[in-house]
């Protein structure tokens, strides 16, 4: 029998409160490389071919709730209404794991343990038959988290580091807080736990204690890798499984290709996909849904989430982007910053010091410094000058400037949207357009210009004193 086959839920415990990370929002939903704590979990057990997933909900738990129905509409929320303890959540949630041989508890903190990890658990202990096996590993420093003791005769105790008496506070190997039981050994304990201990919980670890005095077997797998079942508790914690993450991820991307000029100061999220060969600045942060593809570079400190970017492209640093399709061999930045809905096409330019939101430029196009373009769309091979603006809010209303292909806009040109430029028509540098531009025309929308002659004179001013002045004053 292996994963996919087996009768076997997993359970997910995420409505503790999570005091020690001080802060409003519950710990599963904090952010780790951008994505809330819970996600890894959640991922490691469906990668590893299990389809019943349950999690626990309670404190905050119509925050975590709205999560998981977004982002996981397969998975069951159980509420725990009151959270008294590790074994009250698994009590709680008797009615959805009952119907299971199996039931996989994965504590909603652990975020770091792999899907190889949990699936070798389920086909050992499928293997084995133990009424309940759990993962241990061995810690340099195991404060804060229940130790494991082997007793003389074999059989196993875990006991929490605050009921741990000193020689047990010596122990290094510890519990992770991923078990796999067999159902009805944990149903005939999972009623019987108490709550006399230090913190006054039902704790889920007594029932490892129970299941082996009174129900069967035992088995520990002990994972090598003692990293990989670090818990988050507090800010400290998510730190530091944040930079063993990274290293993880950024570590497979070059693996599969990924030129990565410093590891250690590049973050990428996990739902980032690299292609082979793209290449990668200082400090520069991939996140969300992002799809980077051959031969494209990210620069410097730039920062890009849910953005997509063609074959060739350059994206120069530091820049932000967000939400945004670049086409190939697309040019970016420095000091680009583009969101909400863009689209860059083939070959287009985008240079320094330009805001794009919600706007396509087109194949060719040109818009090389200093703009903002918001709500418009700019036609291939059209050059946008330097300065413009599309002026598309008008204090209510969000308003859109279309600009046809092959356009020279002048710069400085603001487009008081709604309105229009026909292919091949050009502005007059500082203009401000207000009637829509027919095909071909120029527009001219600006003071036209007067000389006074003879001004200084005019004014009394003698031209030596005048120069003098000008040099005092710059
Ligand atoms: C737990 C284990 C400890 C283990 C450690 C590994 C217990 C009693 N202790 O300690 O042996 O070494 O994990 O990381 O289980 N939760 C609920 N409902 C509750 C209480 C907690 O759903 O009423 C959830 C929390 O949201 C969290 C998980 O259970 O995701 C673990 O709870 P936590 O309080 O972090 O346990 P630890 O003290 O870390
Ligand atoms: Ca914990």
């Known amino acids: ?106 504590s909603g903190d652990v975020p770091l343990v792999r899907s190889s990890t949990l699936a070798d658990l389920v086909e050992k202990h499928l293997k084995l038959k133990p009424q309940c096996s759990f993962i241990s590993f061995l810690m340099d420093d195991p404060s804060g988290y229940g130790r494991v003791v ?19 506070l010596l122990i290094q190997e510890i519990n992770s807080g991923v078990y796999l039981f067999e159902t009805g050994a944990l149903s005939a304990v999972i009623r019987k736990l108490g709550r006399n201990n230090a913190i006054g919980e039902y704790n889920l670890t007594d029932a490892i204690t129970m299941i082996g ?26 730190a530091a499984t944040a930079e063993v993450l990274n290293r993880r991820i950024v570590s497979k991307h ?7 000029m410093d590891p250690r100061s590049t973050w990428i999220g996990p739902r980032v996909e ?44 530091p820049s932000v982007v967000s939400d945004t399709q670049i086409g190939r061999d697309v040019e970016i930045g420095p000091f680009a910053c583009m969101r909400g809905d863009a689209e860059i096409t083939d070959r287009a330019r985008v240079g320094r010091f330009v805001e794009i939101k919600h706007s396509v430029v087109g194949n060719d196009a040109r818009v090389p410094h200093l703009s903002y373009i918001g709500d418009a769309a700019i036609g291939e091979r059209t050059n946008i000058g330097a300065g413009t603006i599309t002026c598309n809010y008008d204090g209510e209303n969000k308003h859109r400037t279309s600009i046809g292909a092959g356009c020279f ?22 203009s401000i357009v207000t009637r829509d531009v027919p095909e071909g025309a120029i527009a001219i929308a600006r003071a036209r210009q007067i000389n006074i002659d003879n001004w200084r004179a005019r004014k009394g001013l003698n ?9 005092e004053e710059n």
């Open 274 to 317: 690299l292609e082979p060969d793209v290449f990668i600045e200082p400090g520069a942060q991939i996140w969300g849904k992002s799809h980077v593809s051959c031969g494209a570079r990210v620069g410097v400190y730039s920062t890009l989430r849910n953005v997509n970017i063609g074959e060739g492209s350059i994206v120069y640093g």
């Open 1 to 106: 029998m292996n994963v996919e086959s087996a009768s076997l839920g997993v359970l997910i415990l995420a409505a503790g409160k999570g005091i020690r990370m001080h802060s409003d929002k519950p710990k599963v939903l904090q952010l780790l490389l951008e994505e809330p704590i819970v996600y890894y979990p959640l991922k490691a057990a469906s990668d590893a071919g299990i389809e019943n997933i349950a999690i626990l909900v309670g404190h905050r738990g119509d925050m975590v709730d709205a999560y998981i129905r977004k982002e996981w509409p397969g998975v069951q929320v159980i509420w725990q209404d009151e959270q008294l303890g590790t074994g009250h959540a698994v009590m709680v949630a008797e009615h959805w794991w009952e119907r299971f041989e199996h039931v996989l508890v994965v």
């Open 409 to 430: 806009v002048g710069s400085d040109t603001m487009f008081v949207a709604p309105v229009s430029m026909g292919d091949d028509s050009s502005t007059a540098a500082g």
């Open 254 to 260: 070059m693996l599969n290709g990924l030129k990565c």
């Open 150 to 168: 082997r007793l003389a005769d074999g059989a196993v105790r875990i006991i929490e580091d605050k009921d741990a008496v000193e020689e047990e």
């Open 463 to 471: 031209p030596k004193n005048a120069e003098k002045k000008d040099d």
């Open 213 to 238: 005095e009174t129900e069967g077997d035992v088995n520990i797998a002990i994972c090598e890798d003692q990293s990989e079942l670090l818990g988050v508790n507090t800010p400290n914690d998510l």
